[in-house]
C-alpha cells in the first residue's frame, strides 16, 4: 500500500483518532519486537485487546514508501492505529541511534584532541623540516617513495607524460615476477585509479587521458603475460582506464584529445596489446570513427601492409570498420580470402555479430558454411547466428532454409518441428521435397525419422519391414508399442533368424538375448517371451540358446518361460 510521507511528521496526515490510539498504544508498551528483516523494511508486532497483529513497512531513507498490518481488510488504504503505532517506536528508534552516533563521534573528537596528529604535527613544522623529512624516509622507504612520486607525477612539467616515468619504475622485469613487487604494482595502479577518478569528477579530461592512458600503454603487454589471479587484478585496472576513455561525450571532451584516445588504441591494438576481454568494445570505437576517411585509410594500410594471415585484431578491426561504412559485401569476400584459416573466420563472424553488424554476418556467414570439413560444433554456433537474426528480421526464407538444411545433415526431431512450424500452409509441398531429397541422398534413417515425426505409423512400418538393420526397428519400437505387437514379433523373429543361421554357438545366442533384452527394457515384457519361445523352438540344436535367453528372465521364471 503506497502513501508517501516523511516520518518525521507523518502524524499531521492521519486522523486526529488513530494518532490518539497509536500514541496510547506506544506508551503502553504495545509496540514488540520491532526489527529491520531487510534493507529499509521493518516489522513489529502490535499486542492489543483483540489480538496480535503484525505491521510491515519500508521507509527509505526518511520517507514512508509503504506500509501494511494484517487487521487490512480488502480495499484497505488508510493507515491504521498499529502502524501508526509501530513507525512512532520507529521513529523514536532511529532518534535514538542518530543520537549515539553524534555522541561517539564528539567523543572521538574529544579523544583526538587529546593526542597529537598529523595535522598538529604539519601545521607546527616548517616548509624547509617537512621537505626535510619527506626526502629523508622516501630514501629509506621504497614504498613511500613510489606513493609520492604517484601521487604528485601531475605536477612535473618537464615530462610530455609523468606517469608513464611512474608506471615505468614499478613495472617488474623479467619473466619471474615476485610477489613484493606485484603488489606494489598493484598499488600503484590503485593510486593512478583515484587520482584518475577524481580528476573526473572535477571534469579535468586531460589528467584522465594522461593516467589512463599511460596505464594502457604500459600494463597491457605485462598483463598478457600473466595468469590466473595476476591476469584478473591487472585485467580490473585495465578495464578501469579504458571505459572512461570510450565513453567520452563528444560535447564533453576536446576533438585532439579524442583523437589521441583513437591513435592510442590504434597503436596498442595494431601491436596485439589489447586483452581478449577488451577487444570487442576497442574495435567498436576505432571502427565508429572509420567513417571518416582518414581514419578508414590508416586501417585499410594497417591491413593491406600486414602479412597474411593478419594478426585476429587487425582482421576484425579492417572487417568491423568496413561493416560500420556499409560495405557488407566487402566483408564476405575478405572473409572468403581467410577460408583456408576457419577459425579466424570464425571469431570475426562472431565479432560482427555481437557489434550488430546484421548484413555483413548474413552474408559472411552463408558463405562459412559452405568450407568442406567445418567443424560441427562451428558450423551449429554460425548457424544459430544466422537463424537468430532471421527471426528478428522476420525473414521466414531464410529461416526455412536454415532448418531445412540442418535437418538434412541432422536427422534432429527439433528442426523438423521448428521447419513445420516456420513453412505453415507450404509445409505439405516442403515435406515432399524432404522426402524426396532423403530418398535421393540415400539417407533413410532421416527419413524414418519424419515418419515418426509426422506419426505416419502406417509408413514408417512399411518402411521398416524393408529393413534389415534391427538397430533401426529398436529406434522407433518405443513409439509403435502396443498397437504394433504383431509387426514388431515377426520382424524380431526373422531379424534374429536369419542372424542364427548365419552365425553360431554361444556368441550367437548372446547376440540375440542382447537385443531382446533392448526390447524388454521398454517394457514389453510379454513381447521378448513369445518372441524367445519360437526362437528356442526353432532352433533345438543350439543349447547355449535357451540358456542366454533365460538370463533375460529372473531364476524362478525360467522353466515357465523357456
Known amino acids: 500500500m ?19 490510539t497509536a500514541e496510547a498504544l506506544l506508551q503502553a508498551g504495545a509496540v514488540k519486537n520491532l526489527r ?12 492489543t485487546d483483540e489480538g496480535h497483529f503484525e505491521t510491515e513497512m519500508i521507509i ?21 492505529a498499529h502502524v501508526a503505532a509501530s513507525l512512532l517506536r520507529l521513529r523514536q528508534f532511529l532518534e535514538q541511534r542518530q543520537e549515539e552516533k553524534r555522541a561517539k563521534a564528539e567523543q572521538q ?20 623540516a617537512i621537505t626535510e623529512f619527506v626526502l629523508e ?129 590504434f597503436e596498442i591494438g595494431s601491436a596485439g596489446q589489447i586483452p581478449p576481454e577488451c577487444s570487442r568494445d576497442v574495435l567498436k570505437y576505432l571502427a565508429e570513427a572509420a567513417k571518416e576517411a582518414v581514419k578508414f585509410e590508416r586501417i585499410d594500410r594497417l591491413f593491406d601492409e600486414t602479412p597474411a594471415p593478419a594478426p585476429p585484431f587487425v582482421l576484425q578491426l579492417f572487417l568491423v570498420a568496413l561493416a560500420e561504412r556499409g560495405s557488407a559485401a566487402a566483408v564476405a569476400r575478405v572473409l572468403k580470402d581467410y577460408s583456408p584459416y576457419p577459425e579466424q573466420v570464425r571469431s570475426a563472424l562472431l565479432v560482427l555479430y555481437y557489434l550488430r553488424y546484421r548484413e555483413a554476418v548474413v552474408l559472411a556467414g552463408e558463405a562459412f558454411l559452405q568450407t568442406p570439413d567445418l567443424p560441427t560444433g562451428w558450423r551449429k554456433e554460425i548457424e544459430d547466428i544466422l537463424l537468430y537474426l532471421a527471426e528478428q528480421s522476420g525473414d521466414m526464407a531464410r529461416q526455412r532454409e536454415i532448418l531445412q538444411r540442418r535437418f538434412l545433415q541432422s536427422g534432429s526431431f527439433e528442426q523438423y518441428e521448428k521447419l513445420k512450424k516456420v513453412a505453415a500452409a507450404d509445409w505439405p509441398a516442403l515435406r515432399r521435397d524432404l522426402a524426396e531429397q532423403l530418398q535421393a541422398k540415400g539417407e533413410r534413417s532421416k527419413l524414418a525419422s519424419m515418419l515418426a515425426l509426422d506419426n505416419d505409423w502406417e509408413a514408417l512400418v512399411a518402411w521398416l519391414e524393408e529393413e534389415p538393420d534391427i538397430r533401426q526397428i529398436q529406434r522407433f519400437e518405443a513409439q509403435l508399442l502396443p498397437e504394433y505387437h504383431d509387426f514388431l514379433k515377426n520382424r524380431y523373429i526373422s531379424l534374429l533368424q536369419q542372424y542364427l543361421i548365419e552365425h553360431f554357438g554361444q556368441p550367437a545366442a548372446a547376440y540375440v538375448r542382447q537385443q531382446l533384452s533392448i526390447l524388454l527394457q521398454k517394457g514389453a515384457t510379454e513381447l521378448v517371451k513369445e518372441i524367445a519361445q519360437v526362437l528356442t523352438a526353432q532352433f533345438p540344436d543350439r543349447p547355449s540358446l535357451p540358456e542366454e535367453l533365460a538370463e533375460l528372465f529372473p531364476k524362478t521364471r525360467k522353466r515357465v518361460l523357456l
Open 2 to 20: 503506497q502513501q508517501k510521507r516523511w516520518l518525521k511528521d507523518f502524524e499531521h496526515h492521519i486522523s486526529s483518532q488513530t494518532w490518539n
Open 36 to 47: 529491520e528483516v531487510e534493507k529499509h523494511f521493518w516489522v513489529a508486532l502490535v499486542t
Open 60 to 80: 527509505s531513507p526518511h520517507k514512508i514508501k509503504a506500509f501494511t498490518c494484517e487487521c487490512f481488510g480488502e480495499g484497505r488504504r488508510l493507515m491504521c
Open 109 to 128: 573528537e574529544q579523544k583526538e584532541r587529546s593526542r597529537l596528529t598529523v595535522q598538529d604535527a604539519l601545521q607546527n613544522a616548517t616548509p624547509e
Open 137 to 265: 624516509y622516501a630514501r629509506r622507504d621504497r614504498d613511500f617513495s613510489l606513493a609520492l612520486k604517484t601521487w604528485f607525477a601531475g605536477l612535473i612539467t618537464a615530462s610530455e607524460n609523468p606517469y608513464l616515468l611512474v608506471l615505468d619504475s614499478v613495472i617488474p622485469k623479467g619473466k619471474n615476477v615476485r610477489e613484493p613487487e606485484f603488489r606494489r604494482l598493484r598499488k600503484t595502479l590503485d593510486d593512478l585509479g583515484m587520482q584518475a577518478d577524481t580528476a573526473l569528477a572535477l571534469s579535468n579530461f586531460q589528467t584522465v587521458f594522461l593516467i589512463n592512458t599511460a596505464v594502457l600503454r604500459k600494463i597491457g603487454g605485462f598483463l598478457l603475460q600473466q595468469t590466473d589471479n595476476r591476469y584478473a587484478l591487472l585485467l580490473q585496472s585495465y578495464q578501469s582506464a579504458l571505459h572512461p576513455l570510450l565513453n567520452w561525450e563528444k560535447e564533453q571532451v576536446a576533438q585532439a584529445l579524442r583523437d589521441h584516445v583513437w591513435d592510442l588504441l
